[in-house]
């Protein structure tokens, strides 16, 4: 995976880099096909290749070691710094970006697993003693960081990468046991419902969840989808805040504000036209709320997005 040439500057890229099993040179990190199955672990430094905004197939759990910098997961962008564990799931597009790199790089960053989820939930059809890994995926798939995991965290690598077959399974298992009854974590891209308990009240609140995801243009007035539930209002906002976490005022915000961060990173359209078209009528109320969401505006979000590619200048 070499770097562009200078005619193909990567800032012109909105797209995320879809990487595939071909591009993935020993020479960079990757683990031969032969030497790992399913698990696959990586090791890198910085600069590389590697390090530019990309998703691919599998889950990945990634564990930074050395220098500090700004993160970028979908839509999420914060620092890191040693010690650093994330979670990501499949397509979730990604890139850290170290910005105190001394002379000459480092040789070692980045530790890496990826796995794909087709034979986890294969087998947890027959295993129900991977049923607790499911709650864990599905947060995956928004990006979770972890925290005060660190040197456990990589003692586990190191136990994963060290292995093979059965033994190798077996460290991943604890590995993943560990993450899955980590409570010291925050969700890092979009929104993701809370209920993990409640399947009727996810059957009730999706297909409302559902419609603003498919237009979150579309005007959601509490009282009116408190009548189609047949619900008070009232009733349905202690229902929803249960169901979601939040409220439902909130949770309309987040998903148009979530939308909005992904027009800013995938296209130049004005910051006015895209508060329009996520479903605000005033872009001062955007503004604001889009401070409150993502802690900065959304012209200064944009502008730090663009480094999400620097990486990959190396």
């Not at 880099?17 to 031969?32: S, V």
Request: with cysteine; hydrophobic share 40%; net charge neutral.
């Amino acid at each position: 995976m070499p770097a562009r040439g200078p005619s193909h500057p990567r800032l012109r890229q909105r797209q995320p880099e879809l990487e595939r099993d071909h591009t993935r040179n020993p020479a960079l990190g990757y683990e031969a096909p032969e030497d790992s199955g399913v698990i696959r672990c990586l090791a890198h430094g910085f600069p590389t290749p590697l390090a530019r905004w990309h998703h691919h197939d599998e889950f990945e759990l990634h564990l930074i070691v050395a220098t500090s910098g700004k993160a970028f997961v979908g839509d999420w962008i914060g620092p890191f710094e040693p010690g650093h564990l994330v979670l990501t799931g499949p397509r979730l597009p990604h890139n850290w970006v170290s910005m105190d790199v001394p002379e000459g790089g480092v040789a070692l960053r980045d530790l890496v697993i990826q796995f794909p989820l087709a034979p986890i939930a294969a087998a947890a059809e027959s295993l129900p003693e991977l049923a607790e890994l499911r709650p864990l995926l599905e947060r995956a798939r928004h990006g979770v960081e972890f925290f005060g995991m660190a040197d456990r965290a990589q003692t586990q690598w190191q136990r994963v990468k060290q292995a093979r077959g059965l033994r190798r399974l077996a460290a991943f298992a604890d590995y993943m046991a560990d993450l899955a009854a980590c409570t010291d974590y925050r969700m890092l891209s979009a929104v993701q419902m809370q209920a993990d308990d409640d399947d009727a009240g996810l059957d009730q609140i999706n297909p409302i969840v559902n419609r603003l995801m498919a237009d979150v243009s579309q005007p959601l007035v509490a009282a009116e989808v408190a009548a189609e539930l047949g619900m008070s209002e009232s009733r349905f906002s202690r229902f929803f805040r249960r169901t979601t976490g939040n409220n439902f005022t909130d949770f309309v915000n987040r998903v148009r504000i979530n939308r909005a961060c992904q027009l800013l990173m995938e296209s130049d359209r004005k910051v006015g036209d895209i508060c329009y078209e996520v479903g605000f009528n005033n872009l001062a109320n955007f503004n604001r709320r889009f401070l409150e969401i993502k802690g900065i505006t959304p012209t200064e979000f944009r502008r730090q997005a663009e480094s999400r590619f620097a990486g990959s200048q190396a």
